[in-house]
């Protein structure tokens, strides 16, 4: 199953089965979609143990998409600064991009 995207905790969400009815992607707002009850590994430690457990997995529906991609790094980078002029400004470059994608934005 190829889902798109690489930023577990913004795009991509691991979560207990059943435990959320509905999610929405950390980087654009947009509902997420979700595969409920899947078998295998939420992290990469326990992929390399060979370990797996049942789980939902929530996904972006905009991850394969390019101005998507720059949403999340920006958010990525916005994350790890420690500077408040830089943050601000990823905040503009970030609303920018929602204006122009997303519809009510």
């Known amino acids: 199953m190829n889902i798109g995207g690489k930023w577990e905790g913004i795009n991509i969400l691991h979560t207990d089965p ?3 009815e509905s999610l ?8 997420m ?9 939420t992290q990469r430690f326990e992929a390399m143990a060979k ?3 049942e ?9 394969r998409l390019d101005w ?8 990525v980078e916005q994350s790890v ?3 408040p002029s830089l943050k601000a400004l990823f905040q503009r ?3 920018a991009i929602k204006a122009e994608h997303i519809a009510g934005e």
Not at 24 to 30: L, N, V
Not at 33 to 41: C, D, L, P, Q
Not at 55 to 63: A, E, M, R, S
Not at 68 to 75: E, P, R
């Open 93 to 95: 470059d970030i609303d």
């Open 55 to 63: 789980h939902d997995l929530w996904f972006c529906v905009n991850n």
């Open 24 to 31: 929405s992607c950390k980087a654009c707002g947009m509902e």
């Open 33 to 41: 979609e979700v595969h409920r009850s899947v078998i295998g590994a």
């Open 18 to 20: 059943g435990a959320e």
């Open 81 to 83: 600064t420690s500077s």
């Open 68 to 75: 998507h991609a720059l949403l999340v790094n920006l958010s």
């Open 51 to 53: 370990k797996s457990h």
